[in-house]
């Protein structure tokens, strides 16, 4: 798999490596609450919400688990965004 470096917004000047990414999921489940506090427990967890409420995560290939203060459907609308033109730009 080739990596195109491209980049994913995820609020306040933030960016994820969009092939990077496995999955944007909402915080609020019992078990994403767990798979945060392990996350930080085993030096994982990048915290880039500054300071505002969690309101999803980003889970990538790393294992690495991304907290944002962006909605999940905006991320992903982001994430689908970036790919629809990578795909794009690639037909042409």
């Known amino acids: 798999m080739e990596r195109t470096g491209k980049l994913v917004n995820i609020g306040f000047g933030?960016?994820?490596?969009?092939?990077?990414i496995i999955a944007i999921v909402n915080p609020n489940s019992a078990p994403m609450k767990r798979l945060r506090e392990e996350a930080k427990e085993a030096h994982r967890l990048i915290d880039a919400t500054q300071g505002r409420k969690t309101r999803s995560i980003i889970i990538t290939d790393s294992n690495?688990?991304?907290l944002t203060a962006i909605q999940t459907e905006t991320i992903a609308q982001r994430f689908l965004s970036d790919v629809t033109k990578l795909k794009d730009e690639e037909n042409e």
């Open 14 to 20: 933030n960016f994820v490596v969009a092939d990077r």
């Open 64 to 66: 690495h688990v991304i």
